[in-house]
Structure formats: structure tokens, C-alpha cells
């Protein structure tokens, strides 16, 4: 908006960036697979370093659910601090005692692969930045960096499309009530 005098093209709507046949085919792969998969991190508020993964896997074939938790132990942000650990709660005693990153998600890797599961769904952005962030700070090769981020489908837009078009994006507090 702010390019000298001049001002620059209008944003595209949510609908207009969402509504696309590639994301639309990602959201349908990520809800209709023979295993569902949802993700959620807490991370550091400086670096956004992963601190958790929780995950839940459904296997629509045998009907099992399959679970996946662990705490990570930061690089550079190791001393949390008091935000984080109000947002997050999890104790400075809780990651300390915690593996490092890099062996929490090679272990995380393994869950997806031994249950197939070729799509996870997440409830905004954050979380794949915080991937992202993580596997580079923790020097994770860039093959298993590229396989986790790649099956990561951000399902909030199409999800507040499809509640209300005429919102911005719902929370998951929007989405609970």
C-alpha cells in the first residue's frame, strides 16, 4: 500500500487465493485420504522454535487412531520465556528434559510413515513457518524437511470460506462455538 505515491494493487480476496483448483485438490486429498491427520506445534515467541508436536492420525480403514507427542528442546531460545510458557504450557523443567529437535522429528517421521499418512491438516500458517524454522535451525536434512512441510495443508481458509464467505478467516475458537 505504501509504494511511494503511487498505490499498489489490491490484495486478492481470500476467496480469489483459496479458491484455486491446486489448493482446493489439497484440501480434498487432506480430508478425504484413508488416514486423516491433524498437527498442532508450540513454539518458542522469539524464533519460533518448536517446543511440542502433537498429532492425531485417523486410519479410516482399520478405524484406529494413532497419537504422537513430544517436547523438543530448543537451539537458541533455550530459557523460555515467561509469554511462552504462559502460551504454551509447558515448563522450563518439561523441555529442558526434552530430546533435541532433530531426533523428535526424525521419530516424528517415522510415525507418518509407518502409518501412511500422506496429508496432515493445520488450522493456519504458523505451524508450517515453525517447521520450516525448526528443521533449518536443527540442520534437518532437507529431504525430511521437504516430505513433512509438503504433506502440512493449511485447512482454515477454505474451511472459514466454505462457514462465511463474507469473514476474513475464523478462529478455532469461531470454529468451536
Given at each position: 500500500v505504501f509504494a511511494g505515491d503511487t498505490p499498489s494493487e489490491i490484495k486478492p480476496t481470500l476467496k480469489e487465493r483459496y479458491f484455486t483448483k491446486e489448493k482446493i485438490v489439497s484440501f480434498s486429498d487432506a480430508i478425504s485420504g484413508e488416514v486423516l491427520g491433524f498437527i498442532d506445534t508450540e513454539f518458542t515467541t522469539r524464533r519460533h522454535e518448536i517446543l511440542s508436536i502433537g498429532c492425531v492420525l485417523y486410519d479410516t480403514r482399520t478405524k484406529k487412531t494413532y497419537e504422537f507427542?513430544?517436547?523438543?528442546?530448543?537451539?537458541?531460545?533455550?530459557?523460555?520465556s515467561t509469554r511462552c510458557m504462559d502460551l504454551t504450557?509447558?515448563?522450563?523443567?518439561?523441555i529442558d528434559q526434552s530430546d533435541d529437535f532433530y531426533n523428535v522429528i526424525d521419530r516424528f517421521k517415522s510415525f507418518l510413515d509407518?502409518?501412511?499418512?500422506?496429508?496432515?491438516?493445520?488450522?493456519?500458517?504458523?505451524?508450517?513457518?515453525?517447521?520450516?524454522?525448526?528443521?533449518?535451525?536443527?540442520?534437518?536434512?532437507?529431504?525430511?524437511?521437504n516430505d513433512i512441510v509438503?504433506?502440512?495443508?493449511?485447512?482454515?481458509?477454505?474451511v472459514s470460506l466454505l462457514r462465511d464467505e463474507t469473514r476474513v478467516q475464523f478462529s478455532l475458537q469461531d470454529m468451536k462455538d
Open positions: 507427542y513430544e517436547t523438543a528442546k530448543p537451539i537458541y531460545e533455550k530459557k523460555l504450557h509447558l515448563t522450563q523443567e518439561e509407518i502409518h501412511e499418512a500422506r496429508s496432515l491438516m493445520v488450522w493456519g500458517s504458523s505451524d508450517q513457518l515453525a517447521m520450516k524454522t525448526s528443521c533449518s535451525y536443527g540442520k534437518v536434512k532437507f529431504s525430511i524437511k509438503n504433506r502440512l495443508i493449511d485447512i482454515q481458509p477454505i
